[in-house]
């Protein structure tokens, strides 16, 4: 089996740049098949169904092959990608302009406060998770966006704040009880399978 170099796939991949901005039909579908999983794996952390995802990545690949030529072609073109996709996805919650739950960060409760995990100890269990997807999927749109820009894109509050035009507190709060959420179905989920376990012998 031949491997390719990492010199080698680089000038691959700007040969497929270059076919793309030429708008060549093959260099297009090259750069779509191996993007397309990528694109549709950040797509499915934002949206709650899969048509949904799928339109994001559609609109994504179309503004993708309009901005190639912008493109620096001396970074790298997976976190490129990436942040179009997300700049979508976030765009696309926007515009359907979902009913937001704001719940001020003020008004949360002591004891809601110290139930949440820490933010580690929740990363740790949704790794550990067999599936990952449908934790966030559950989540409201509102948490969701939040919670996915918070944890993924490793924004700031400030800056999901700007992003999503709530405020800070919003944000913080919308954080909060999407983790919340999360937590409890992750204790659903050991609860059932030390269940059985034990059913089981």
């Not at 990545?57 to 493109?71: A, E, G, H, P, T």
Request: glycine letters at 2%.
């Amino acid at each position: 089996m031949q491997t390719i170099t990492l010199h080698e796939r680089l000038f691959l991949e700007t040969k497929v740049i270059n076919g793309c901005i030429n708008k060549y039909e093959q260099d297009e579908k090259l750069l779509f098949e191996r993007y397309f999983a990528l694109c549709m794996h950040i797509a499915m952390r934002y949206c709650s169904n899969r048509e949904d995802a799928e339109e994001v990545v559609n609109d994504s690949f179309m503004k993708i092959f309009r901005k190639l030529d912008q493109f620096d072609k001396s970074k790298k073109l997976k976190p490129w990608i990436a942040q179009i996709v997300t700049n979508t996805a976030i765009d696309y919650h926007r515009k359907r302009q979902v009913t937001k739950v704001q719940m001020p960060i003020e008004t949360l409760t002591d004891d809601f406060v110290n139930y949440l995990p820490e933010e580690n100890d929740l990363l740790n269990d949704i790794e550990n998770m067999d599936s990952v997807l449908p934790l966030i999927r559950a989540l409201s749109p509102q948490y969701r966006v939040v919670f996915n820009l918070f944890v993924f894109e490793e924004y700031s509050h400030q800056e999901i704040s700007q992003r999503l035009g709530i405020s800070v507190g919003t944000s913080k709060s919308n954080l909060s009880k999407a983790k919340a959420v999360i937590r409890e179905k992750i204790n659903s989920d050991k609860k059932f399978l030390d269940f059985k376990k034990n059913a089981d012998g």
